[in-house]
């Protein structure tokens, strides 16, 4: 298993993409996210295709199905497959969703877990057990929601409460807190700047529906927008660059559009630490 570089920037290992992430040139991006549960077992030609991506590219994992605010028992079994697959494949980072999925079965959404001192310690208690079945830290992602079912401690306490509880990283998603901040009327620079920085193990990006000027809707099916690239700024400019992943996962347009996005996504980043940048851009023309 290798860590990433700070200035690391990623791209989501979609199947529509896989002809083009195989072609492309050295420097488009510097690693891959693929979820765990969608690659697993997979053999034939998309099965080869990971193994030719992931010979050439680290990857990162991002879970779907863990449920870790559920109730029923974390499947072991399903971990111990995907700790092989983080294993056999060298992954740099594993991170699920700070959320629960299933109820005596699978939910296929990402619902909002109560705000309560109960469930910081619930949740943190399953954390703790999926990362002794696979053998590393894991990163929780703050989710977007649009109920809350209980709140009796803000948003920011909860996962703050829950991070130090389960000794785990943070996927710190820039859209997820500009679409809440929206929706549930909070500052999103506040928010943000009462994070603990040294645990951010990477951030997403990604784009949302504007359904109306006080209702935002986390897609991923869109172009990032201005406010999110600004949120993004303030976090490198708080947290210093850390990996960053563009998230598309509909609407998928060309590969040329992605590269552009995963370019302002370096631009933003090294607009503060111009020494790096200069390096990187003389790394990317040396291997051009």
């Known amino acids: ?45 998309f099965g080869d295709a990971l193994e030719a991506l992931a010979a050439r590219h680290p990857l990162v994992c991002h879970g779907l199905s863990l449920s870790l605010g559920g109730f029923a028992p974390l499947d072991e079994t399903f971990l111990g497959r995907v700790r092989r697959f983080l294993d056999r494949h060298h992954v740099a980072l594993y991170s699920e969703h700070l959320s629960y999925c299933a109820d ?36 929780v992602e703050n989710v977007s929601y649009y109920a809350a079912p209980h709140q009796a401690m803000r948003e920011i306490d909860f996962i703050n409460a829950v991070l130090a509880e389960a ?19 909070y500052d999103a620079h506040e928010f943000l700047s009462q994070l603990p920085g040294e645990r951010v193990a990477y951030i997403h990006v990604a784009g949302h529906y504007d359904e109306a000027d006080d209702l935002k809707v986390d897609t991923h099916g869109a172009p990032v927008k201005d406010a999110v690239w600004q949120l993004l700024r303030a976090a490198y400019e708080r947290f210093g ?9 509909f609407n998928i347009p060309p590969y040329a559009e992605l590269v552009a996005e ?23 023309h040396v291997r051009g």
């Open 1 to 45: 298993m290798h860590s990433l570089p700070a200035t690391s920037i990623g791209l989501g290992l979609r199947r529509s993409l896989i002809e083009a992430l195989r072609s492309a040139p050295a420097g488009d991006f510097d690693f891959l996210e693929c979820a765990p549960e969608n690659w697993i077992g997979v053999g034939g030609r």
């Open 104 to 139: 005596d079965g699978q939910l296929y959404d990402l619902l909002p877990i109560p705000f309560t001192d109960e469930a910081v310690h619930h949740v943190a208690a399953r954390i703790r057990q999926a990362q002794d079945i696979v053998g590393r830290r894991i990163a």
């Open 167 to 185: 000794d785990c990283d943070l996927l710190l998603d820039v859209n997820n807190i500009y679409v809440n901040a929206i929706n549930h009327r």
């Open 241 to 249: 660059p850390r990996p960053t992943l563009l998230e598309r996962d």
């Open 262 to 284: 995963l370019d302002t996504i370096r631009a933003t980043m090294h607009g503060l630490a111009p020494v790096v940048a200069s390096a990187h851009a003389q790394a990317r």
